[in-house]
């Protein structure tokens, strides 16, 4: 059984376990189970940050991202950031690691990190996942940058920006996290 605890910003909130926290109008709603209930102080920046990454972090990151096009050469299955040769997920990698998150080598493996959200919720800097060979599988990953849009290297024309909800894309998208 799930007790829902309502507090003002700023109070003692209870629920170590939370199974659910939702920010709304000044308002931290917790879902606790109340058998493991103990007392916390809860601050909404703290708690919002500790789940996504900010608004000006993902500006960072898609800054960081955007200053590799024209430089970067794509490689299948290569990693030598010395030379700038990589493939998608080292590139991710690449540009989290830049900001201070660090992140796994492999689409599939960055696929893993952080947690789902929807296509309809997506945020700047979410990852999202592709699939360029086998439907259904992942192979492919970029950084979501607003919009419709989104920043990956591809095999074709290195680091780009590209439409994901038309054109090549439309029918690949398969999932995205937040980090």
């Not at 209870?14 to 058998?35: E, K, M």
């Not at 990151?61 to 299955?77: E, H």
């Not at 945020?123 to 920043?151: A, C, E, Q, W």
Request: charged share 15%.
């Amino acid at each position: 059984m799930h007790v829902m605890k309502k507090s003002r910003l700023g109070k003692s909130l209870v629920g170590i376990s939370l199974s659910l926290s939702l920010l709304t109008s000044g308002s931290l709603l917790l879902y606790a189970p109340s058998a493991q209930a103990s007392t916390i102080t809860a601050d909404a920046t703290a708690t919002y940050s500790a789940t996504s990454i900010s608004t000006s972090k993902a500006d960072k990151i898609i800054s960081t991202a955007k200053s590799y096009i024209g430089k970067v050469k794509y490689a299948y299955g290569v990693r030598d950031v010395s030379r700038l040769r990589l493939d998608c997920s080292a590139f991710t990698q690449l540009v989290f690691q830049k900001n201070g998150i660090s992140i796994p080598w492999g689409s599939k493996a960055q696929a893993k990190v952080g947690n789902y959200v929807s296509k309809s919720n997506l945020r700047k800097g979410d990852l999202v996942m592709f699939s360029v060979g086998t439907p259904g599988r992942i192979d492919h990953v970029g950084i979501y940058v607003g919009n419709g849009k989104f920043i990956s290297n591809t095999t074709s024309s290195g680091v780009v920006i590209n439409e994901m909800n038309s054109g090549y894309w439309k029918n690949r998208y398969i999932t995205a996290r937040r980090l």
